[in-house]
């Protein structure tokens, strides 16, 4: 196995999935998706939402989406700088592992299937295609796996979604640096690329919502856009000077600004 097996939520990150009508997904090997919770199988909310409404699992659907998007963002970034190996190894684990234990999901939710587009994007990788043929994959890919999100996003659902995600990317970040120096690489990258996801999140809310809950929101994004500087080579070639102390921070800071959002 590639990574040693690891616990990448945290307990609050397990118990907030718990209590939204999660299941826990079987089979998954990959050490950072060994946790991984898919969306209730109903589809549906407290008093009988329908597929295409929010309800409780929106949370954990949405993260799992997230996931994959995070990790097929760093394979992309990294590909465009010309790691076409590194870029690898993180764009073949998201289909195999996240995709299929998501796919009940997708489907009880009427959501649109992005696997095409999933795939598209590492076969392109796969076989040393030009980074211009690569970047549209990825968008395309992008465009995709944003069709199947919850529609008309709340801010609350967005905000917990994005603790949920610098939570584990404080996790990867733990296990990718040790004593200030890079003991896995992969794991480093994952939590930029969650961080990442994290951010654009809260990007996509409505002008509706923003507006709502505007100091919320822009204390989320502070919070996220701090975290910045805790990679300064993606590809592992400059010295880290951060911790992951600085992750958990930023996500318990965040945590209680989500609590303000109603």
């Given at each position: 196995?590639?990574h040693?097996?690891?616990?990448?939520?945290g307990?609050?990150?397990?118990?907030?999935?718990?209590?939204?009508?999660?299941?826990?997904?079987?089979?998954?090997k990959?050490?950072?998706?060994?946790?991984?919770?898919?969306?209730?199988?109903?589809?549906?909310?407290?008093?009988g939402?329908?597929?295409?409404?929010e309800?409780?699992?929106?949370?954990?659907?949405?993260?799992?989406?997230?996931?994959?998007e995070?990790?097929?963002?760093?394979?992309?970034e990294?590909?465009?700088?010309?790691?076409?190996?590194?870029?690898?190894?993180?764009?073949?684990?998201?289909?195999?592992e996240?995709?299929?234990?998501?796919?009940?999901?997708?489907?009880?939710?009427?959501?649109?299937?992005?696997?095409?587009?999933?795939?598209?994007?590492?076969?392109?990788?796969?076989?040393?295609?030009?980074?211009?043929?690569?970047?549209?994959?990825?968008?395309?890919?992008?465009?995709?796996?944003?069709?199947?999100?919850?529609?008309?996003?709340?801010?609350?659902t967005?905000?917990?979604?994005?603790?949920?995600?610098?939570?584990?990317?404080a996790?990867?970040?733990?296990?990718g640096?040790?004593?200030?120096?890079?003991?896995?690489?992969?794991?480093?990258?994952?939590?930029?690329?969650?961080?990442?996801?994290?951010?654009?999140?809260?990007?996509?809310?409505s002008?509706?919502?923003?507006?709502?809950?505007?100091?919320?929101?822009?204390?989320l994004?502070?919070?996220?856009a701090?975290?910045?500087?805790?990679?300064?080579?993606?590809?592992?070639?400059?010295?880290?000077?951060?911790?992951?102390?600085?992750?958990?921070?930023?996500?318990?800071?965040?945590?209680?600004?989500?609590?303000?959002?109603?």
């Amino acid at each position: 196995m590639e990574h040693k097996m690891k616990l990448w939520v945290g307990l609050g990150l397990a118990a907030s999935l718990a209590t939204s009508g999660i299941v826990q997904a079987s089979g998954t090997k990959h050490a950072d998706h060994g946790k991984i919770q898919q969306a209730d199988a109903s589809g549906e909310g407290e008093g009988g939402s329908d597929a295409g409404a929010e309800g409780p699992d929106d949370v954990a659907f949405l993260v799992s989406l997230s996931l994959i998007e995070g990790h097929m963002r760093v394979g992309n970034e990294l590909y465009d700088m010309g790691e076409a190996d590194m870029a690898k190894t993180h764009m073949k684990h998201p289909r195999d592992e996240i995709y299929t234990a998501l796919e009940p999901a997708l489907q009880a939710r009427k959501a649109p299937d992005f696997a095409a587009a999933l795939d598209a994007v590492g076969q392109t990788v796969n076989a040393g295609g030009g980074a211009a043929e690569a970047k549209q994959r990825f968008q395309d890919f992008e465009k995709a796996i944003h069709a199947a999100r919850p529609q008309s996003l709340e801010a609350a659902t967005a905000a917990k979604a994005a603790v949920q995600l610098i939570r584990a990317a404080a996790e990867e970040f733990a296990i990718g640096i040790k004593d200030g120096k890079i003991d896995n690489l992969h794991e480093y990258q994952d939590a930029w690329g969650f961080t990442q996801v994290a951010a654009q999140i809260l990007a996509t809310l409505s002008d509706v919502e923003r507006a709502e809950h505007k100091n919320e929101i822009a204390g989320l994004e502070a919070e996220i856009a701090g975290l910045a500087g805790l990679w300064p080579d993606l590809a592992g070639k400059q010295l880290v000077t951060g911790t992951a102390k600085a992750l958990f921070v930023a996500a318990a800071k965040m945590e209680l600004l989500a609590l303000e959002i109603h």
